[in-house]
Every structure is written in structure tokens, then in C-alpha cells.
């Protein structure tokens, strides 16, 4: 009896701890709970570094280290759950994962690609063959979600290609990541999206989640109507970028009000879309030094472009972050972040979920069920569990 309870109980930690993120219409579970999404981009370029040579900020190195626990620190404090990595192919990146997990901050992590000819053989099998070498080497509990890619929609190529090879990246994904596959997604630039998905929507096999990154004003206009229009409710929507930065062109000075205010505006648009939407990620955690000029990642610069995505008209490259930073005293020393005001509505407004507590009960079940085979698996792995202490009690 004894020894039939300690496997149950053991079981069922192994089986919480990895039978964990699935799809069900528009929401997102965990542990079988609807799961909004809260949290930041992340790409960790600390300042005097650049991306180019940078050594990996997600490393278990003393530099790493400094880096990743004081922002799954941050993230843990200020009430975020998700940070989204961008390019995690090279260092073993287990102490992060652990850390995070631990934590309780989710991850989507990303195999870096650059638009290709999705439909050449050739470019097609040697992506497979690096996308199974990441899903393999990567595989963690800390992670939520599968990214393949940035904003591969502005490729030259139509969007046909990507929905097609998007098939075969969740395979990998369903052969791999066993036995409680994770979700797979890739994120659209805002270009032609709701024409992209009315057309290709009956393609989307291979995307459990649809990632939009949206610049467009302090409101996402139509968006959320546009994408319900198609996909009515079948699929999780996230919005994995968006935001303004917090320079005011116009005065040439910081302005910390005017970026909340805008910044808060678009995450309560989320939020009150909360029936299409299952979350966003800020863009991003921090300034980055190196967006400039990379021959200067030292000094903190005001480049940019006109764009209407900021408050200002302009999008300045090195203001973007929820926290500033400034170099640390210490030489070789992670950067001193502080947080910009928005953080201290974003710690109010991500304290509480939007989803009602009994949410589940009023989701009419999915038709044709694409990613909750895993959770179902696990549920009745548990039953037969359950059965086989039973006979060992008698
Ligand atoms: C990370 O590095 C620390 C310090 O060297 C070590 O104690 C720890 O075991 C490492 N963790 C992993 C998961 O490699
Ligand atoms: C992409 O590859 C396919 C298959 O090899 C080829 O037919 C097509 O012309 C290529 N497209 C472009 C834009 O190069
Ligand atoms: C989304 O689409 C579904 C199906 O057409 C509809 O029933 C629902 O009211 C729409 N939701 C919103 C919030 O517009
Ligand atoms: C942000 O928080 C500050 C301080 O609590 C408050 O005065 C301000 O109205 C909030 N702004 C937004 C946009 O919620």
C-alpha cells in the first residue's frame, strides 16, 4: 500500500510537472488551466555588447547568471509570467531553464531563421535538420511554446510556404517532444494579416498558437475582430511584440508618462479582448545600446525612424525597454536596470488575470481536437495510475 501511494505521488509530480501546455479554442493551458499570457521580450544584449559577439546571456556562466536571475528576478516581482527568447541554438542553456522554472516564468524559445524559400527542398530538409537539433537539445519544462522564426510573413515568396513548412516544424515537434508535445508558432509582422489568415487559415495545421508583433498606434484598431472573423474562436491569438519606446523625439528628453500611458492603452486593449486574445509580451525587457550604432553599444543613443507606433511619431531604437539601464561601476558587472514607470501599472494590471475563475465551463469543447492529445494522454495515464494502486491497496 505504502509503496503504491509513493508512486502515485511520485507519478503525479513527473506527470505536473510534464504533461503541462496544450491548446483549446482560443486559450492557452497549463495543467489544463487557461493561461494569459503577461511578460516581455527578451534578447539580452547588455550594454557595451553586441549581438554579434556578445557571449550568451543565457549561459550558466558567472556573466550569464548575473544576467538571467536578476531579470527572472525582475519578471517574478513585477507579476510577468512569459519572457519569449529569441535565438537559443548555441550554449547549454539548463541552469536558465531551471531557474526559470523555478521561478514560475515561462518561456518561448526560438530557433533563429531568416526568410528563405520555404518550398526549396533543399532549404527546407536542412531547416528540419536544425529545428530537430533545437527541439531536442532545448527540450525543458520551463518552456511554454515553440517558436520557429521571426516574422517570416515579409518574405518575397508568399505566405503558402510558411503555413507549408510550419506543418512539418510541429511535426518535429509531436516526434520529439514526447510525450506532452508544447504548442508551435511562428510570429507575423503586421502586413496583409487578416488576408493572410482568411486565406491560409484552412492551412494552419502546423500552428497551435498564431503570434501577431503589432506597431501600430496606441490601439490595435480591428485587430482582434479581423482575426475572430476567420478563425472564430479555434485558435490562441498572442500579440509576441508590441509597444512604444519611451524617448520624445520632438523635446530630445526621456518621457516616462506619455510611455506608460500609450504602453497601457494597448495592454488594456489586450486585456479587454481577453475572448479572442490570450495574452502579449511588451517589446521588450530592457534598452539595448547596441540598436545604433555597434561600434558604440557603450553609449546610449536617440536613432531612429518615423513611426507612427510611438507617441512621438518617431520610433527611437535604444528607448524600447520596460527597464533603462546603465552600465554597471563594476567592471564585467551585469547592467543596473531601473524601472521605467510603466512597470508599476503593469505590476497592477498583470496582478490579476482577466479570465474568469470558472472559464473552462464555458468553452463549448473543440470539434476536431488538434493539440490536446497530450493532456488527454496524461489524464489517462493518471487513471490507470490510479487503478493499479487501487488493486495493490486490496
Ligand atoms: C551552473 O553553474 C553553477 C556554478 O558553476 C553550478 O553550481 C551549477 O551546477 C550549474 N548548473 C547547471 C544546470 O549546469
Ligand atoms: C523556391 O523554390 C522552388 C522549388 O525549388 C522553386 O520552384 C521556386 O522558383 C523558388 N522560388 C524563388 C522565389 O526562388
Ligand atoms: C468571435 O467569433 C465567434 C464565432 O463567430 C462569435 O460567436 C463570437 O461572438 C466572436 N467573439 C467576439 C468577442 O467577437
Ligand atoms: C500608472 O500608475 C500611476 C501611479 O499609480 C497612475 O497615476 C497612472 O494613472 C497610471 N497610468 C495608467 C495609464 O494606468
Request: glycine share 6%; hydrophobic share 35%.
Amino acid at each position: 500500500m505504502r509503496v503504491g501511494v509513493t508512486l502515485l505521488v511520485v507519478l503525479l509530480l513527473v506527470c505536473s510537472s510534464l504533461c503541462v501546455v496544450t491548446t483549446r479554442n482560443q486559450y492557452i493551458l497549463v495543467d489544463g488551466q487557461p493561461f494569459f499570457m503577461t511578460g516581455a521580450t527578451y534578447s539580452i544584449i547588455p550594454t557595451g555588447k553586441i549581438p554579434d559577439s556578445a557571449p550568451d546571456s543565457a549561459a550558466n556562466t558567472t556573466y550569464g547568471r548575473g544576467i538571467w536571475m536578476r531579470d527572472i528576478n525582475n519578471m517574478k516581482a513585477i507579476g510577468g509570467n512569459t519572457l519569449r527568447v529569441y535565438s537559443m541554438e548555441s550554449a547549454d542553456h539548463t541552469a536558465f531553464y531551471d531557474y526559470a522554472y523555478a521561478n514560475g516564468i515561462k518561456l518561448i524559445v526560438s530557433m533563429w531563421v531568416t526568410y528563405q524559400n520555404f518550398s526549396d527542398p533543399t532549404i527546407r530538409s536542412n531547416l528540419l535538420s536544425s529545428w530537430t537539433a533545437f527541439v531536442k537539445k532545448e527540450r525543458h519544462p520551463a518552456i511554454l511554446m515553440w517558436c520557429f522564426g521571426n516574422e517570416l510573413n515579409i518574405g518575397g515568396n508568399g505566405d503558402g510556404p510558411l503555413f507549408n513548412i510550419m506543418k512539418d516544424v510541429r511535426n518535429v515537434v509531436q516526434t520529439y517532444d514526447t510525450p506532452n508535445p508544447r504548442p508551435v508558432t511562428t510570429t507575423f509582422a503586421d502586413r496583409d494579416l487578416s488576408s493572410t489568415i482568411s486565406t491560409f487559415y484552412s492551412q494552419s495545421s502546423g500552428f497551435d498558437v498564431f503570434s501577431f508583433q503589432i506597431y501600430r498606434g496606441n490601439t490595435f484598431y480591428n485587430l482582434f475582430k479581423d482575426f475572430n472573423a476567420t478563425v472564430k474562436l479555434q485558435k490562441p491569438l498572442l500579440i509576441t511584440e508590441f509597444g512604444c519606446d519611451a524617448f520624445d523625439n520632438n523635446n530630445n528628453r526621456e518621457d516616462q508618462t506619455q510611455h506608460a500611458n500609450w504602453n497601457m492603452k494597448l495592454w488594456n486593449e489586450i486585456y479587454s479582448n481577453s475572448a479572442i486574445c490570450a495574452g502579449g509580451l511588451s517589446f521588450n525587457y530592457a534598452d539595448e545600446w547596441w540598436r545604433c550604432d555597434k561600434t558604440r553599444p557603450s553609449v546610449h543613443k536617440n536613432c531612429g525612424n518615423t513611426a507612427s507606433a510611438s507617441f512621438d511619431n518617431y520610433w527611437n531604437e535604444e528607448w524600447s525597454g520596460l527597464y533603462s539601464v546603465a552600465p554597471n561601476p563594476t567592471s564585467g558587472g551585469p547592467d543596473i536596470l531601473t524601472p521605467r514607470s510603466i512597470v508599476t501599472n503593469l505590476t497592477k494590471l498583470w496582478s490579476n488575470s482577466p479570465y474568469p475563475k470558472d472559464i473552462l465551463t464555458t468553452i463549448p469543447p473543440k470539434p476536431t481536437p488538434t493539440s490536446s492529445s497530450s493532456y488527454i494522454t496524461c489524464n489517462s495515464m493518471l487513471l490507470v495510475m490510479l487503478m493499479i494502486v487501487w488493486f495493490m491497496a486490496m
